[in-house]
T-cell receptor, first 112, second 111 residues
Framework: GEDVEQSLFLSVREGDSSVINCTYT??????LYWYKQEPGAGLQLLTY?????DMKQDQRLTVLLNKKDKHLSLRIADTQTGDSAIYFC????????????FGTGTRLKVLA | NAGVTQTPKFQVLKTGQSMTLQCAQD?????MYWYRQDPGMGLRLIYY???????DKGEVPNGYNVSRLNKREFSLRLESAAPSQTSVYFC??????????FGDGTRLSIL
């Protein structure tokens, strides 16, 4: 079945780079997404990548996709305390109507 | 610049009470979704509406009903609330195979 897995926690020091990893099982994914959730708020779209790309860069964010290993990562350069949040990986799958599968989220804690 | 608007933001119910969670989007999206978020379980899809006039069950539909009132609005109804339905509920909308946009959520407690 379809599944998206992430580690639960990550702790980094302010100014360091953060790398959040995600693995997925369905090879028919079309897009892969990263969302950020701050306390008490909804999910905010950070970035997304088409499944035939292997990298996308957007300011401090770099997304790497290894389609062979079904592995997605989000790198945040120069991590700030404001980056502390839960990060969700998600994929959309063409399956009749499109489906979206979310991971359980990685809680990033940035230490000053 | 509203995006997806959910009401109410917070609600406390007693077991057996009913209520409707409202969701409206102003992005002219065809598809709308209801999720629940519980600790350690990520987002689970309750119901979705691929387009106006259609609704389908998601992963955890039991105890819920939905109505796609028009293209903008998609409501979620709990007919007889149970403590297991204590959760944070998110509405989302999208065009097909495009990123979903989320509301700020409704925090629902059932005593």
């Amino acid at each position: 079945g379809e599944d998206v897995e992430q580690s639960l926690f990550l702790s980094v020091r302010e100014g360091d780079s953060s790398v959040i990893n995600c693995t997925y099982t369905d090879s028919s994914s079309t897009y892969l997404y990263w969302y950020k959730q701050e306390p008490g708020a909804g999910l905010q779209l950070l970035t997304y990548i088409f499944s035939n790309m292997d990298m996308k860069q957007d300011q401090r964010l770099t997304v790497l996709l290894n389609k062979k290993d079904k592995h997605l990562s989000l790198r945040i350069a120069d991590t700030q305390t404001g980056d502390s949040a839960i990060y969700f990986c998600a994929e959309s799958i063409a399956s009749g109507t499109y489906k979206y599968i979310f991971g359980t989220g990685t809680r990033l804690k940035v230490l000053a | 610049n509203a995006g997806v608007t959910q009401t109410p933001k917070f609600q406390v119910l007693k077991t057996g009470q009913s209520m409707t969670l409202q969701c409206a989007q102003d992005m002219n999206h065809n598809s709308m979704y209801w999720y629940r978020q519980d600790p350690g379980m990520g987002l689970r899809l309750i119901y979705y509406s691929a387009s106006e006039g259609t609704t389908d069950k998601g992963e955890v539909p039991n105890g819920y009903n939905v109505s796609r009132l028009n293209k903008r609005e998609f409501s979620l109804r709990l007919e007889s609330a149970a403590p297991s339905q204590t959760s944070v509920y998110f509405c989302a909308s999208s065009q097909i195979n495009q990123p979903q946009h989320f509301g700020d959520g409704t925090r629902l407690s059932i005593l």
